[in-house]
């Protein structure tokens, strides 16, 4: 095994569904990869934030010597001076779901679609509401993504006639969505529809709606792919309709390309960009994986 | 009382050949001691001369290096941790130990709460504790915090707490250091019904008279070592202290040196108003020594606080040197050469967890400062002048302050005030719990102090101490000025009526000189 | 001038015990004036049961962490104490559906198990600190990091999920009301009130605050210090577990971000309340206020859009600081009036 | 029998200073042997440079935590102060690019301002705490969300990037290595040896112990009491904007995940080493080590594979009460000896 090719994967830890989501696709892609090329060692790590993340990246190069990376930046402008470095370093680099911002230094980019996924959601809604509608928004937390997905959310229900009543921070996270749903909810007495933006969120907000007895008035868009709301899609739910993918797996299909570019004959560049579809009754059996936890 | 059956019944506690260590440092030697039911028994001797830590083995809170402790003529381990009470051992500990955030009542039920069900009966432990205070005179009230009393207060309802329990022993460390003559007796006459019903008191005081009063039998200890254990009709006041120190003590107060008539006036004070204080007018001459008596919670102590800016100020005027001051923090008047000292050596006056050094240079650390920085050097030898100054005792240089003996923290203390070299002192109890030889050399040292020029307000419950060294005394009750002596009126019995409200201090008995 | 036993009765002193309150409670009658000023809403039926709702979860753990506080102590681990024992809760009751199938003995074999845990979990916590001397602020912050681990650990990174069919019957333990008072509040309100009692009427409360306030004290006084500590903590991981009992039916799941930030929640409703950080002195009536205001604090913020939704935490921040600010102030001029 | 001046000098302190700092000491090189067992590259030069270059953040802000706690406060603000001081430095930093292009002083107007607001930021948390008499946890709390938010709503709920010419320069100040050793870490160096002599040799850290130890024994020994702890406060605000100057150059960034949890980190170094969290005695010395600890564990989280990710946080808390242990245990034999 002397010529053990190493390749860093460095992610945010599991501290919501995503990246929970995330961070099982990347270790089932590390058992299933590793097993199939027994040349290859991945080492997965996970931070905490941005700071933490870059101590991550020096620590791959400084005390495993990595040959690549795999990096989902928790945030792209601070991660991009540690990513070049790792470069620098003379490693192949693979970028996931947020780019950095000199797309220069990547070698390889795959990624959902912030924009897409806040264009596709308002889409429906557009297709089940109209003029004089109302609907209320929980985000995120404050991050680049979160806005990302928020003003083309806006931008395309723009003129639409549809009222966004007011949105608020869930961030993330599903105690939250109950809370701030329970109170649009008391605060609103119309509501006709509702972006969570993430399953997370729209676990919490469907609680919340159940326990108000308000779920005949009103649907509920997620989004990202939590196995529990593709099921309810599958089922048929009323009040989650559809759901907008934002695919955790994407880890997995960059550590897929990562390796090839090493195992496979010809060279491995360029973007990968996953998009979002729409997941609704139809399609929801191709994005149901019953035993990933997210 | 125990005389007639004293001798013979069998001693209900006793320790036999004890000797204790801390680390490599011995401090007490083979010491022999007993006590018989119904029996007074005090024990005195100098500062640090391990009286504080025999009581401690006596009552299971230390463990003895050697020897046996004998209780109910049974050889036994006395618990630690204050479980000996159970067994009817009651302890006052020289230093008050109260919890500063507890109610009165909840500080004399404390560890024995009555309880029904397994719920406190609070109204019950309320007037129990009243009740208690009551038969002790004691005006605060049992819902108090703890924090809000004055120090002699606290030491009240410490000896409340310890009366109340069902003692068969007694033990008391210096109850009365911070009481004045009214008080000791009001307590003094709950020993004497405690010890006729049979319980057996231990009793520790550096108040010579108290222990010719009260006890039935001395013992004496001096640097560890036992020196004799007399009875009562053996003893003079000499003859004890003769015992304790070692040698003879002459004069206990020096001369009285009138200050000059025409001495520039230091501090003046009219009408001086506070929280607890009403209209306090005094002037002070260079050389003079003005004694401040009255009962406990007589506004002595806030008096000094309003006039350093420690309380605020409700009204009056303080001038200093004919120039007005209103200080607001300690740093002012120290600045301005009037410092004091304050008598809760243990809440207000020393950090208990560091060592002496860091203790003693603490208010004056400015002066032992080169280019910005501590000169250790410095403070070395401020602490070598502060211990052979204050004869102040540790018997190992990395003690805690904690750790050194009450009187020694005392004298600590008072060296501590004196580095900051101040023109007007403002002792506040200065010689609390301090052994009659070395409260020779302070009284020596007030008196030296004044006649260098300086001017003291010696505030004190001993009365003995205002009447022999104060050129004038200023008495007061209830927050008020009842009268002030001078001269020949300075005498106990003048003093006590003014303190007790039997007179009232005229508009022509007001400060003239 | 001496003060005689009738007068130190009943009447002055619960008036002393209402004035020790009134501060905190200045600062959420404030509040609410506000909360309604802004929006009308604030004051509807509805909403306010979802606000006592809401404050329970914070509110039972407080109710614990006050005690903790009172004696000196101070417990950072609550928030991934709740999310573990949620956890394994639902891991539990998972495995019991597939064995026996769903009864309502799931849910209390669950409801065990969380008390089971919670009691542990404290008894850790307050054996290291007594027994291993090692400061609280270490040893909970350790096991603060241990639970939340272990939790990530169990979910695989994502979420546990209670079974549905088990969620049926335990769904309304949150969900349903009895009196119109919803479940949760009421089991709050027990909180309370036994909270109350155990700190006021007990000598176990006496302790707590002696030992808080000199330990040297309270072992001279023959109280089994560290016994009496190591109860806090335990007394805090069952008031842990039963608000994870009342908040588990609530969304039925458990992940990695459960609980996050509780610990800082339920301290800041404690000292809000009129506890001291540094301990001797501890109000559970305090506390109950302090963690509606802090639930008030947020609702308020949702029910407006006035205030960009960037700056939430400043206004949080500025309300918690004004709120604790007037308490002292009205405090202060209680006692000042007393003392008249 | 009565203590020689000679006895209490220095050579008795000096002694005791070694030892104090022994506990924390004996944790770290257990920490390291674990690492090099680990993974030889521990103790590869680079590594190394890695690890003391990152401690520097949590070192230098810890070190002015030290003081506020030694004086008996608690800071939970730093992380977003840092979080906000970085913000609004990168704020200037590009409007001084845009109006006068860049050059050196660009950098130094940023550090320049950071050290305004560090100053300014620790004043306002010392005087709400002093003068409005608000517990320093809820003031610090506060002002903890207020940061947070503001740095947010700035970045208007993004990143702020600093411009990227004005990065060129600034960039050696954390990458750049004088005698081999990073710039950060002479900084931190440079900290650490100036708060050990401020705590230890100068008036000022011996009244942080007074206040510390007890408040009233400050008061009466003339010290400025509300003066000496809005100055710790003041330190902290400094150290955190000394901090924030090396961090701005690594990421060039600032956002709303900046610096989250730092303030627990820096309080758990101040108490890994040795300080007290009721106050009343500080090292400084132990402060760094407990740093170094911190950062190392991280680390060595990072060289090794053979624990799963999700433990990562389990592993780190046990480490963190078996260093304390660790280090309580040491202490005390060293005590016994030095009692012997
Ligand atoms: N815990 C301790 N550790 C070390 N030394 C101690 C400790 N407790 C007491 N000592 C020392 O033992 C000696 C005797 O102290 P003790 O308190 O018994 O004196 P004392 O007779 O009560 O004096 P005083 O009249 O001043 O109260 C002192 O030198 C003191 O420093
Ligand atoms: N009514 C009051 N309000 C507020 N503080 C008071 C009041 N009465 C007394 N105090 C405070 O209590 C403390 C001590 O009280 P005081 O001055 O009455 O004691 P004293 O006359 O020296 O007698 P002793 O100290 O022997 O009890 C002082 O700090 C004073 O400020
Ligand atoms: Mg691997
Ligand atoms: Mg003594």
């Not at chain 2, 030889?437 to 260098?452: P, R, S």
């Amino acid at each position: 095994a002397q010529d053990q090719i190493k390749i860093g994967v460095s992610i945010p830890a599991a501290t919501h569904g995503f990246m929970g989501g995330l961070n099982w696709h990347a270790a089932e892609a590390e058992k299933r990869l590793e097993a199939a090329n027994p040349n290859i060692d991945l080492i997965i790590v996970t931070a905490d934030g941005p700071a933490d993340q870059a101590s991550d990246l020096e620590d791959l190069v400084s005390v495993h010597g990595i040959q690549a990376l795999v990096v989902l930046p928790f945030e792209s402008e601070p991660l991009t001076e540690p990513v070049r470095a790792v470069k620098d370093s003379g490693a192949f680099i693979t970028v996931v779901d947020r780019g950095l911002t000199d797309p220069s230094i990547q070698d390889v980019y795959v990624s959902g679609n912030n924009t897409e996924m806040g264009k596709v959601s308002a889409e429906y809604m557009k297709t089940r509401l109209g003029e004089g509608d109302n609907i209320v928004i929980l985000r995120g937390i404050p991050t680049v993504l979160d806005t990302e997905r928020f003003d083309a959310f806006m931008a395309e229900i723009e003129g639409s006639g549809i009222n966004v009543l007011d949105n608020k921070f869930a961030n993330w996270n599903r105690d939250d969505g109950f809370e701030v749903m329970q109170d649009f909810l008391s605060r609103f007495p119309d509501i006709d529809g509702v972006w969570a933006q993430d399953d997370d969120i729209t676990l919490g907000v469907v609680e919340a709606v159940k326990a108000a007895g308000r779920d005949k008035e009103l649907f509920i868009v997620g989004g990202a792919g939590m196995k529990e709301i593709v099921k309810g899609v599958m089922d048929g739910d009323e009040l989650v309709p559809v759901d907008v993918l934002y695919p955790p797996a994407q880890i997995a299909t960059a550590m897929d390309v990562t390796v090839a570019h090493f195992v496979s004959n010809g060279p491995v560049r360029g973007s990968y960009i996953l998009g979002s579809p729409l997941i609704t009754q139809e399609n929801a059996a191709q994005f149901y994986f019953p035993d990933s936890p997210f | 009382m125990a005389n007639a059956a004293g001798e013979t019944a069998p001693a209900i506690l006793a320790a036999n050949r004890i000797s204790k260590s801390f680390g490599e440092i011995p401090v007490l030697f083979s010491i022999d001691f007993d006590i018989h039911p119904g029996e007074v028994h005090a024990i005195i001797g100098e500062n640090g001369a391990g009286k504080s830590t025999l009581i401690k083995i006596l009552s299971g809170l230390e463990q003895p290096t050697s020897g046996t402790i004998t209780y109910d003529g049974q050889t036994v381990t006395l618990p630690p941790n204050g479980e000996a009470e159970a067994m009817g051992i009651v302890v006052i500990h020289q230093e008050l130990l109260l919890a500063e955030h507890l109610t009165v009542a909840d500080s004399i039920f404390l560890g024995r709460e009555l309880t029904r069900n397994g719920f406190l009966r609070l109204r019950e432990m309320r007037e129990q504790a009243a009740k208690i205070l009551d038969t002790l005179h004691v005006h605060v009230d049992p819902d108090a915090r703890i924090n809000t009393l004055s120090v002699a207060d606290k030491q009240m309802v410490e000896i409340a707490k310890a009366i109340s329990r069902d003692a068969r022993v007694l033990i008391m460390d210096e109850p009365t250091a911070v009481l004045s003559v009214a008080e000791t007796e009001t307590f003094f006459a709950q020993i004497r019904r405690l010890s006729a019903k049979g319980v057996a008191v231990i009793f520790i005081s550096h108040k010579l008279d108290e222990i010719m009063e009260l006890a039935d039998r001395v013992t004496v200890l001096r640097d560890g070592q036992l020196i004799a254990t007399v009875g009562n009709q053996d003893l003079t006041p000499d003859s004890i202290a003769q015992m304790m120190v070692g040698r003879e003590l002459s004069n206990l107060y020096p001369p009285k040196h009138e200050p000059d008539v025409d001495a520039p006036l230091l501090l003046s004070v009219t009408n001086l108003s506070a929280p607890g204080l009403k209209e306090i007018s005094f002037e002070l001459r260079r050389g003079e020594i003005l004694g401040f008596a009255g009962l406990i919670g007589s506004g002595r102590t806030a008096a000094a606080e309003a006039i350093v800016g420690l309380i605020h100020r409700t009204g009056g005027a303080v001038e200093l040197r004919g120039a007005p001051v209103n200080f607001t923090e300690v740093s002012q008047s120290v600045a301005a050469g009037l410092a004091y000292m304050t008598k809760d050596r243990k809440g207000k006056g020393l950090l208990l967890n560091v060592g002496l050094q860091p203790n003693l240079t603490l208010l004056t650390l400015a002066k032992h400062m080169r280019s910005g920085f501590l000169d250790g050097k410095s403070e070395v030898k401020a602490l070598d002048r502060a211990v052979r100054r204050f004869d102040i005792r540790a018997r190992d240089a990395s003690v805690r302050v904690g750790q050194l003996s009450g009187g020694n923290q005392q004298k600590l203390m008072l060296g501590k005030m004196m580095e900051s070299e101040p023109e007007i002192i403002i002792m506040d109890e200065p010689t609390r719990g301090i052994d009659v030889g070395t409260k020779q050399q302070i009284y020596h040292i007030i008196a030296a102090l004044a006649a260098e020029g300086k001017a003291i307000i010696l505030i004190s419950s001993e009365m003995q101490e205002v009447i022999g060294l104060s050129h004038r005394v200023l008495v007061m009750r209830e927050g008020r000025m009842a009268g002030v002596l001078e001269g020949a009126e300075i005498g106990e019995a003048q003093i006590m009526r003014y303190a007790a409200g039997i007179k009232q201090g005229g508009d022509d008995e007001r400060i003239s000189a | 001038m001496s003060v005689s036993a009738h007068e130190t009765g009943k009447p002055g002193r619960s008036f002393r015990i209402d004035l020790k309150t009134a501060g905190p409670l200045v600062a959420l009658i404030a509040l609410c004036i506000i909360g309604y000023s802004l929006n009308p809403a604030f004051l509807s039926e509805g909403n306010i049961a979802n606000i006592l709702t809401r404050s329970a979860f914070i509110g039972i753990i407080a109710v614990g962490a006050t005690f903790v506080i009172t004696a000196g102590g101070i417990d950072l681990s609550v928030g991934s104490m709740a999310a573990f024992i949620a956890g394994v809760m639902i891991i539990i009751m998972n495995s019991a559906v597939e064995a026996f199938g769903v009864s309502i003995w799931t849910v209390l074999l669950g409801c065990g198990s969380s008390l089971i845990l919670g009691i542990g979990a404290g008894f850790i916590n307050g054996f290291l600190t007594t027994k291993g001397k090692i400061e609280a602020f270490i040893v909970t912050l350790g096991t603060m990091g241990i639970y939340r681990s272990l939790v990530t650990y169990f979910a695989d990174g994502g979420t546990l999920s209670l079974n549905s069919s088990a969620r049926e019957i335990y769904r309304p333990i949150y969900y349903d009301s009895i009196l119109r008072i919803p479940i949760p509040v009421w089991v709050f309100i027990a909180v309370a009130i036994i909270g109350w009692v155990l700190m006021n009427r007990t000598a176990f409360g006496r302790y707590c605050m002696a030992i808080g306030s000199n330990e040297h004290v309270a072992r001279y006084s023959a109280i089994k210090v560290d016994r009496v500590k190591t109860a806090t903590y335990i007394l805090q991981g069952l008031c842990v577990s039963l608000a994870t009992i009342i908040y588990v039916p609530r969304l039925g799941s458990a992940s990695s971000a459960t609980g996050v930030l509780w610990e800082l929640e339920a301290i800041a409703a404690v000292i809000i309340g009129g506890t001291m950080l540094k301990g001797g002195f501890g109000r559970v009536g305090g506390t109950v206020i302090g963690a509606l205001i802090l639930t008030a604090i947020g609702n308020i913020l949702n029910l407006t859009e006035i205030i960009s939704n960037y700056l939430n935490g400043a206004v949080q921040g500025v309300i918690i600081i004004a709120a604790v600010y007037l308490q002292r102030g009205s405090l202060r001029a209680g006692k000042r009036k007393a003392a008249e």
